[in-house]
């Protein structure tokens, strides 16, 4: 009978361990349960708040660029297809645009040509081949001139980053100025260049805070905006303007070599450009 | 025999309180603790697990209307013209890099002197692939030449991280007594970068 007793005390005991090692356990999911949901939750739903709100304005946004779209994009596919697309009348206005640009600085004496512009066909492509000495300048306005061609609007001219840096700033600041904005990103390129102050102003008509402006300013800085910006304060890009030469087809580089000359200013430039025909 | 009754009612005592207190916290880890830890946002309640999901959803929602949003807005239509512009992105990057190079190679000064200068370039287009060979020489001898270099590189990395270093050569020469260090560089840059 005490054999049994002690055999019962120990069952006993070992149970009671079980129990507390149990209510241990579950003491320590009960303080994991509440301390994620403290840590998970609450940002979770400051996330699913910002998240909702985005895509209300973003929906509002689609509507009001929706009306618009067929109308804008008519006109713009057009120019592409007749003057940017590769085919043998978009190679022909390319190499106008580099005849013009070498008549420009041999006129004004900021390029010393060794070998003429020369071309070679193939079935795809067509090879255009120089040699000069330059100045830094006429050096520039040839490395605007390959940056931005094949380039048609503002859109174009800057990146997917970039613009989606503008639009965020847009959902944030006024989203009803989309229209505005869309309608800056279709502005020629051209046309934003010779009067870049303008057309930011109209855009930055819709937005009270200096955000979106600082901003603005920026990704202008950083991009081939800026570079078209410098190019047509160049006497090549009025020339190019009266020719009526813009929008150009795309330029691929070959090969570009260029040498410091020991005249302060001055590179020897070789290059072979592609001028695509398909 | 007196310890051990003793020790029976003690045991007997916390087993009941484990025992209870067990039972308790099983049931509010399975009825109560889910109520209690459910959220509320705009009116509706939600365990983590569900916000969770919800909040992916809602961020794979948001991503498909900047991409309806951008195609809204692209001025052109013309699938074929975006394709061709990638290349131009391409070239574009490239010739910034040579900008910025020839641009830094001024901040590299000892005194009034200019320390590193680049003498040629040569791009070339090969398949997809831009490869740069630019050509220099720092205007000190090899000591100052092995710090100089590599902080360009490391100027040059941070600012155009796509431009990827294939190859490096150094050459000492002696000019008018003065020891210069010629280096050439290898780099290369793939179209699909930004």
């Known amino acids: 009978m005490i054999r049994n007793k002690n055999i019962l005390l120990i069952a006993e005991t070992i149970l009671t361990l079980t129990l507390v090692v149990l209510s241990m356990y579950y003491v320590t999911e009960h303080v994991a349960v509440l301390s994620e949901?403290?840590?998970?939750?609450?940002?979770?739903?400051?996330?699913?708040?910002?998240?909702?709100?985005?895509?209300?304005?973003m929906q509002q946004q689609l509507d009001l660029t929706a009306k618009?779209?067929?109308?804008?994009?008519?006109?713009?596919?057009?120019?592409?297809?007749?003057?940017?697309?590769?085919?043998?009348?978009?190679?022909?206005r390319a190499l106008h645009v580099l005849e013009t640009w070498v008549n420009v600085n041999e006129r004004t004496q900021n390029m010393r040509v060794h070998t003429p512009l020369t071309t070679k066909q193939t079935a795809t492509s067509t090879y255009v081949y120089f040699k000069a000495d330059l100045h830094s300048s006429a050096l520039h306005e040839l490395e605007s001139i390959i940056a931005i061609s094949g380039l048609y609007t503002v859109y174009d001219a800057l990146s997917a980053d970039q613009r989606l840096v503008l639009l965020e700033r847009t959902e944030a600041e006024s989203p009803a100025a989309i229209t505005e904005v869309e309608d800056f990103f279709a502005v020629p390129l051209i046309a934003f260049a010779v009067d870049a102050e303008g057309y930011i102003s109209a855009v930055l008509r819709s937005?009270?805070?200096?955000?979106?402006?600082?901003?603005?300013?920026?990704?202008v800085q950083n991009s081939a905006l800026q570079t078209a910006i410098d190019?047509?304060?160049?006497?090549?890009?009025?020339?190019?303007?009266?020719?009526?030469l813009f929008p150009y087809t795309f330029m691929h580089v070959h090969r570009f070599s260029q040498v410091e000359s020991v005249v302060k200013d001055w590179q020897s430039v070789e290059f072979t450009i592609i001028l695509p025909l398909s | 025999m007196v310890h051990a009754r003793l020790l029976r009612r003690s045991l007997r005592t916390v087993h009941i309180f484990s025992g209870a207190l067990t039972i308790l916290l099983v049931v509010s880890y399975y009825l109560v603790l889910p109520v209690l830890a459910k959220i509320e946002s705009n009116g509706k309640t939600y365990s983590i697990q569900d916000l969770q999901s919800y909040t992916a959803e809602l961020r794979s929602e948001v991503l498909q209307l900047q991409q309806q949003r951008e195609e809204l807005l692209q001025p052109v239509q013309v699938s074929e013209y975006y394709d061709q512009l990638k290349t131009v992105q391409s070239t574009k990057y490239v010739l910034?890099?040579?900008?910025?190079?020839?641009?830094?190679?001024?901040?590299?000064?000892?005194?009034?002197?200019?320390?590193?200068?680049?003498?040629?370039?040569?791009?070339?287009?090969?398949?997809?692939?831009?490869?740069?060979?630019?050509?220099?020489?720092?205007?000190?001898?090899?000591?100052?030449?092995?710090?100089?270099?590599?902080?360009?590189?490391s100027?040059?990395?941070?600012?155009?991280?796509?431009?990827?270093?294939?190859?490096?050569?150094?050459?000492?020469?002696?000019?008018?007594?003065?020891?210069?260090?010629?280096f050439t560089l290898h780099f290369a840059f793939y179209h699909d970068q930004k």
């Open chain 2, 155 to 182: 100027m040059v990395s941070v600012a155009y991280p796509q431009a990827i270093l294939q190859n490096t050569h150094f050459s000492s020469v002696t000019t008018e007594g003065r020891e210069v260090t010629l």
């Open chain 1, 231 to 244: 190019f047509a304060s160049s006497q090549t890009a009025k020339e190019l303007q009266e020719l009526d």
């Open chain 1, 37 to 57: 949901a403290q840590e998970v939750s609450i940002p979770l739903v400051a996330s699913v708040g910002q998240l909702e709100q985005q895509k209300t304005v």
């Open chain 2, 96 to 153: 910034d890099f040579v900008d910025f190079l020839y641009k830094k190679q001024s901040v590299f000064t000892l005194g009034n002197e200019q320390l590193l200068r680049f003498t040629q370039h040569t791009i070339q287009q090969e398949n997809s692939v831009y490869t740069m060979r630019l050509q220099g020489e720092v205007s000190a001898d090899a000591t100052i030449a092995r710090r100089v270099i590599p902080e360009f590189l």
């Open chain 1, 207 to 219: 937005f009270t805070g200096l955000q979106f402006s600082n901003i603005l300013a920026s990704i």
């Open chain 1, 68 to 92: 618009k779209v067929m109308r804008r994009t008519e006109l713009a596919d057009e120019q592409v297809q007749a003057f940017i697309l590769p085919s043998a009348d978009a190679t022909m």
